[in-house]
T-cell receptor, first 111, second 113 residues
Framework: QKEVEQNSGPLSVPEGAIASLNCTYSDRGSQSFFWYRQYSGKSPELIMFIYSNGDKEDGRFTAQLNKASQYVSLLIRDSQPSDSATYLCAVRSSNDYKLSFGAGTTVTVRA | DGGITQSPKYLFRKEGQNVTLSCEQNLNHDAMYWYRQDPGQGLRLIYYSQIVNDFQKGDIAEGYSVSREKKESFPLTVTSAQKNPTAFYLC????????????FGPGTRLLVL
């Protein structure tokens, strides 16, 4: 079982719609969770992080964490063509500082 | 202007050759990391360093070596022992601690001639 799993996509959404991305993880003791956006040929850039159960909102992005079910999700509201990218979920393990990354979900926002 | 720089942007390696990828940061971050990304895959950790003069192997360290002589610099050498080096190499840094966030440099794309 992979440590961090994401649907690879592609996830295609119309402009203005909500894109919903999911990520599950295997280490029950994980404490911090990150979403990165990666444009083709570029390096990952941090969108947001979440540590506590519940929702965290930042602009059009909302991260949701459910530690009991071991999943974290990212919602992108009012999707724009500029949101077309691969979204990487990363989880910090419970016993060291390393991040484990999922393979990423590719999102395409069609105009 | 703080940030992480990686050079070169593209690097070509001949068979049997060792090559070194540069990573420099002026963010005063304690920890630095090297990842490898292959097409359609997530990032895999090669090496990481929490403090100067100390580093640990990640999940795929074979065929790679690093040094951490200065806080700002964490160069990665891809040795001839790495038989499949073609990949996108990413350097990251963070403040050392339990909840720190990693920030990435622009990456180096390594190709084999």
């Amino acid at each position: 079982q992979k440590e961090v799993e994401q649907n690879s996509g592609p996830l295609s959404v119309p402009e203005g719609a909500i894109a919903s991305l999911n990520c599950t993880y295997s280490d029950r003791g994980s404490q911090s969770f990150f979403w990165y956006r990666q444009y083709s040929g570029k390096s990952p850039e941090l969108i947001m992080f979440i540590y506590s159960n519940g929702d965290k909102e930042d602009g059009r992005f909302t991260a949701q964490l459910n530690k009991a079910s071991q999943y974290v999700s990212l919602l992108i509201r009012d999707s724009q063509p500029s949101d077309s990218a691969t979204y990487l979920c990363a989880v910090r393990s419970s016993n060291d500082y390393k991040l484990s990354f999922g393979a990423g979900t590719t999102v395409t926002v069609r105009a | 202007d703080g940030g992480i720089t990686q050079s070169p942007k593209y690097l070509f390696r001949k068979e049997g050759q060792n090559v070194t990828l540069s990573c420099e940061q002026n963010l005063n971050h304690d920890a630095m990391y090297w990842y490898r990304q292959d097409p359609g895959q997530g990032l895999r950790l090669i090496y990481y360093s929490q403090i100067v003069n100390d580093f640990q192997k990640g999940d795929i360290a074979e065929g790679y070596s690093v040094s951490r002589e200065k806080k700002e610099s964490f160069p990665l050498t891809v040795t001839s022992a790495q038989k499949n080096p073609t990949a996108f190499y990413l350097c990251a840094s963070s403040i050392r601690g339990a909840l720190e966030t990693q920030y990435f440099g622009p990456g180096t794309r390594l190709l084999v001639l």
